[in-house]
Nanobody, 121 residues
Framework: VQLQASGGGLVQAGGSLRLSCTAS????????MAWFRQAPGKDREFVGAIRPNYETYYADSVKGRFTVNRDNARNTAYLQMNSLKPEDTADYYC????????????????WGKGTLVTVSS
């Protein structure tokens, strides 16, 4: 059972990136897929999530700019990031589990390694 995130990189402010997270070994479609991020010196924070029924949830800081999606046929979740800001710079992690609206991290059972996103001003 593994999650593999990819797609991070360096982008200028105002630009876009799409992160991908591919899962193996579990029934992908049955689980919520979520994205978190951790900036240097800060705690990890929730970014967005998509439930098996395709309901989505977002942190206020990314609403209207980021979109979470999933392709169950490919066992892959995506995080489309538009209008990126320097404050979006962080390691981005994907996770799999069940969405907990009050404590998103608590619902996640499986975590992938981070992929670094750097937004230059």
């Amino acid at each position: 059972v593994q999650l593999q995130a990819s797609g991070g990189g360096l982008v200028q402010a105002g630009g876009s990136l799409r992160l991908s997270c591919t899962a193996s070994g579990r029934t992908f479609s049955s689980y919520t897929m979520a994205w978190f991020r951790q900036a240097p010196g800060k705690d990890r924070e929730f970014v967005g999530a998509i439930r098996p029924n395709y309901e989505t949830y977002y942190a206020d800081s990314v609403k209207g700019r980021f979109t979470v999606n999933r392709d169950n046929a490919r066992n892959t979740a995506y995080l489309q990031m538009n209008s990126l800001k320097p404050e979006d710079t962080a390691d981005y992690y994907c996770a799999q589990g069940f969405h907990n609206p009050t404590r998103p991290e608590a619902g996640m059972a499986l975590w992938g390694k981070g992929t670094l996103v750097t937004v230059s001003s």
